[in-house]
């Protein structure tokens, strides 16, 4: 799954959101496999991207990257249950 969230942060303010609120909350991308915490911090972090990404001039490049993220996002939340 952790290839995924990286390829969905395409857009660099975005990527810098949600990796760095990541680490910020003290995780590592290795933490990402053995924590489900961890997976559960990814999804604040990628909601708070998208909602970075919400505040922008709409294009379809952002609108990609939106529906991108939220994919990934609703899989984990999935996942996590």
Do not use: Q
């Not at 915490?37 to 490049?61: G, N």
């Amino acid at each position: 799954m952790w290839p995924d969230v990286a390829r969905v942060l395409t857009d660099d303010a975005a990527r810098e959101i949600a990796l760095g609120r990541y680490r910020a909350m003290g995780y590592k991308p290795d933490d990402f496999a053995r924590s489900p915490k961890a997976r559960s911090a990814m999804c604040d972090c990628l909601s708070r991207a998208e909602d970075a990404l919400e505040f922008r001039r709409p294009s379809d490049t952002r609108n990609r990257t939106m529906g991108a993220i939220r994919t990934v996002r609703r899989c984990l939340e999935r996942e996590l249950g």
